[in-house]
């Protein structure tokens, strides 16, 4: 089956600075990768697709400039939170789509203090 | 856009059933089902491609009508493990391809 490989799983950084979260697709090659944001006990909320090669489509309502995303290859897919606060503390995953359906990283959860 | 799940939440006792529904304002082509553990990430559980189709996994199977635009997922003699937060997801197209969004969930408690 399709892996996708998300790290770090759990991440504590000072309000501020900066965050990378890596999403790769171990066995076959994710030409499209989305990012999801989900906060306690709610759904997960679509932030942004990336297509490989080509810059990140971002949902209404999510900041591109705070929200890097970059898909330079077939593999691999990350997201930057910049400049974070405490309101971007929440649990981030990645998904790629795998034949029909869509496989899920194991999700980050990011704290900001 | 979100699909509309109900209920909300419900709790069991082991051995007893529950369905869980889905339904879209707009024309469903496909409709997929994940089920959620507290910190962890969604599992897929199944997906449903056209209309009528009906799937199964162990004592869990869902059913899928397009006309209506909903889904159902039915959980039979339930167990523990089948405690988690279920979401349905469906595809949306956008300028950015398509895309999979979820339902606000439904929360099921099964106690012993």
């Known amino acids: 089956g399709a892996v996708v490989s998300q790290h770090p799983s759990r991440v504590i950084c000072k309000s501020g600075t900066s965050v990378k979260i890596e999403c790769r697709s171990l066995?076959?090659?994710?030409?499209?990768m989305f990012w999801y944001r989900q906060f306690p006990k709610q759904s997960l909320m679509l932030m942004a697709t990336?297509?490989?090669?080509?810059?990140?489509?971002?949902e209404q309502g999510v900041e591109k400039d705070k929200f890097l995303i970059n898909h330079a290859s077939l593999t691999l897919s990350t997201l930057t939170v910049t400049s974070a606060h405490p309101e971007d503390s929440s649990f981030y995953i990645c998904?790629?789509?795998?034949?029909?359906?869509?496989?899920f990283g194991s999700g980050t959860r990011l704290t900001v203090v | 856009q979100q699909p509309v799940q109900s209920p909300q939440a419900v709790i069991l006792r082991e051995g007893e059933d529950a369905v869980i529904n889905c339904s879209s304002s707009?024309?469903?082509?496909?409709v997929h089902w994940y089920r959620q553990k507290h910190g962890e990430a969604p599992v897929f559980l199944m997906i449903?491609?056209?209309?009528?189709e009906q799937k199964g996994h162990e004592k869990i199977s869902a059913s899928f009508n397009e006309k209506k635009q909903q889904s159902s997922l039915y959980l039979t003699a339930s167990q523990l493990s089948y405690s988690g937060t279920y979401f349905c997801?469906?595809?949306?197209?956008?300028?950015?391809?398509?895309?999979?969004?979820f339902g606000k969930g439904t929360t099921l408690s099964v106690s012993s």
């Open positions: 998904s790629a789509r795998w034949r029909v359906g869509y496989t």
């Open positions: 990336s297509n490989e090669g080509s810059k990140a489509t971002y």
């Open positions: 449903l491609l056209k209309g009528g």
């Open positions: 066995d076959f090659q994710a030409t499209t």
């Open positions: 997801g469906t595809e949306i197209n956008d300028q950015a391809g398509t895309a999979l969004i």
């Open positions: 707009k024309a469903l082509y496909s």
